[in-house]
């Protein structure tokens, strides 16, 4: 029985309506990554970047899975083996798909964090900025998103799946920011099967042993089906 794990990114809910980060017109040519993503951006103006995760968590929470996240979900309900989600997005898509077995390395917009204590709690649709944190009451709330600089979470558990891997995917990531642009090599290392799933090949495009290019929506319930009629 065969273990998948499948690392998707921005471009598994593009056909969603939410934007990805580096095309054209994406949401780091919209807003300076430094102020927005950064703890000193949200140290230097908390209400900025509240209102940044206020906008994307209401579109978020509009929008609505899509074919390829409903096909992910298919198969983990129908692989004989283990099946891996590792999310490097904040919506939560492949939980209303119906996906179980998720990680979310980058937090989750429905997700709110203490700054002082480390306390979570589900997100407000709108967070104030300096809100209290509803457990030490510290004027510390913040976007449970994991910003660049801060250790993504639950890397062990990422690993320890990825040396059990059998076949390791890539869906709808630009392969720009690590440590997820390294899991395919890690894969590999363990003797994984490699495939990337994407529009157009990813800056690590090279080191998969196979590519799937085209719309997720198109390209992804196509290779679930051609995975569950192997097994
Ligand atoms: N189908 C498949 N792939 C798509 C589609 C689509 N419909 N639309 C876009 N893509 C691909 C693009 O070709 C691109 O390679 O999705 C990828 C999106 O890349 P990015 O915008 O860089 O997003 P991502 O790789 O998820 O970014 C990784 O960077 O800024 C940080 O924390 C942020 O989690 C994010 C991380």
Known sequence: MSTIVIL????ISAESGLETFRAE???WAQHRVEDVATPEGFA???ALVVAFYNKRRSQAAAALPNAAHYALARLEAE???????VTQNVDDLHERSGTKNLIHMHGALNSALCGACDHRWPAP???AANAPCPSC??????PDIVWFGEMPYHMDQIFETLSRADIFVAIGTSGNVYPAAGFVAEAARAGAETLE???EPSSVGSQFDDALLGPATQTVPAWVDSILKRT
Do not use: K
């Open 8 to 11: 998707t990114g921005a471009g």
């Open 25 to 27: 017109t994406g949401l």
């Open 44 to 46: 230097r103006d908390p």
């Open 79 to 85: 692989h004989s083996g283990d099946v891996l989600i």
């Open 125 to 127: 649709a709108v967070m």
């Open 137 to 142: 009451g510290a004027p510390t709330a913040r």
């Open 197 to 199: 799933i994407n529009l």
